[in-house]
């Protein structure tokens, strides 16, 4: 692994189709949603990073204080390096729309890089928890997220998912929520929503 880069599974799919980046949630590796994404879309690159943070040895895209308390600066670093990271792999495999899925601190980061660089042409944001009031920047209009949550998540509260949803439609975004009544767990009605929104690219 190198300062720009992260350790990695990739699988290279033709030219002019999209590059899928796929995030794992904290404790994850680069094989939780590496064999999920070849599936949605077989003819795209599948792009795996293993977070470059450990916790306790859990593997995490940047640093937090607490639950759902984040270390601001090294949020700002990992968004830096993720936006580059995944530029210069879209480039090289010349992809045709860039498309991110995360979960947990996975969507976390890729909900950050989205609000911060806009790089993404569609993002799936599983059980994210943005815990801060997002700065204002540039329009969002043209973009797709869907986002799934549930109902009773305690590391991912309604009203946070919400107050995300919220921040991405008044940039221009192109919404949809959907909730299972469970908690932090994937559950099967959101894999279904994954396919369905994947499914045009």
């Known amino acids: 692994m190198t300062e720009t880069g992260y350790l990695h599974r990739l699988h290279a799919g033709a030219p002019h189709k999209p590059i899928l980046l796929v995030l794992h949630g904290t404790g994850g590796d680069e094989n939780q949603f590496f064999d999920f ?48 990271y995944v530029k210069a792999f879209a480039d090289e495999y010349q992809a045709s729309d860039i498309l991110g899925l995360g979960f947990s601190n996975g969507a976390n980061i890729l909900a950050n890089v989205l609000i911060e660089k806009g790089i993404f042409d569609a993002a799936v944001l599983m059980h994210p928890l943005i815990p801060f009031q997002p700065a204002a920047q540039s329009t969002l209009a043209g973009r797709k997220v869907l986002m799934t949550a549930g109902q009773r998540d305690p590391i991912a509260p309604v009203s946070m998912t919400e107050a995300l949803s919220e921040h991405l439609k008044n940039r221009g975004a192109e919404i949809r929520v959907v909730w299972h009544p469970g908690g932090h767990e994937i559950a099967p009605l959101e894999i279904n929503a994954v396919r369905d929104f994947l499914g045009g690219y």
């Open 37 to 84: 994404g070849r599936r949605l879309l077989p003819e795209a690159t599948i792009l795996s990073p293993r977070g470059d943070v450990s916790e306790h040895g859990a593997a995490r895209f940047f640093r937090r204080t607490g639950e759902g308390v984040y270390d601001m600066p090294d949020l700002s670093r990992a968004t830096e390096k993720m936006a580059a």
